[in-house]
């Protein structure tokens, strides 16, 4: 089992939008290093659900329903996507500016490459992560 975090603009996807469809085709991602994460993911892989631009905050975890195949909306390239499903809403959204103050996460990609939008997470910082957010898997 594998952790990882996705990045979207609650304007233009939010973990509502997600809940309202069931489940979505992560799409449009054309960053290498963020492609070839997702083509790690596996099927039953947990992934929280970050929302950025506005809100800045871990706010649900979800979890992979479909492994990665060619991303049917690249134009020209070799992209990927991977389908996703809503598993569960935090009881709290955990803040970027929260993250940033433990110790044990200052390392973790969402803090050190700010622009990466799919990301792996170690098991001790998801957990943790779920914990600042009063959430349990």
Do not use: C, Q
Not at 16 to 22: S, V
Not at 47 to 67: D, N, P
Request: net charge neutral.
């Amino acid at each position: 089992m594998n952790y990882w975090l996705v990045k979207s603009e609650p304007f233009v996807y939010s973990y509502d939008d997600l809940i309202k469809e069931g489940k979505t085709m992560w799409e449009g991602v054309r960053n290498y290093a963020a492609r070839n994460h997702m083509r790690e993911m596996k099927l039953g892989d947990f992934v929280l659900f970050y929302h950025s631009r506005e809100g800045l905050e871990v706010v649900a975890i979800t979890k992979v329903v479909k492994e990665y195949y060619p991303d049917p909306t690249a134009e020209k390239g070799d992209w990927s996507v991977v389908e996703i499903a809503p598993y569960k809403r935090f009881t709290k959204p955990v803040t970027l500016k929260a993250i940033k103050e433990v110790e044990s996460l200052k390392d973790i990609a969402l803090v050190r490459i700010g622009r990466l939008s799919v990301m792996p997470l170690d098991k001790k910082s998801f957990f943790k992560i779920l914990e600042m957010g009063e959430t349990e898997l």
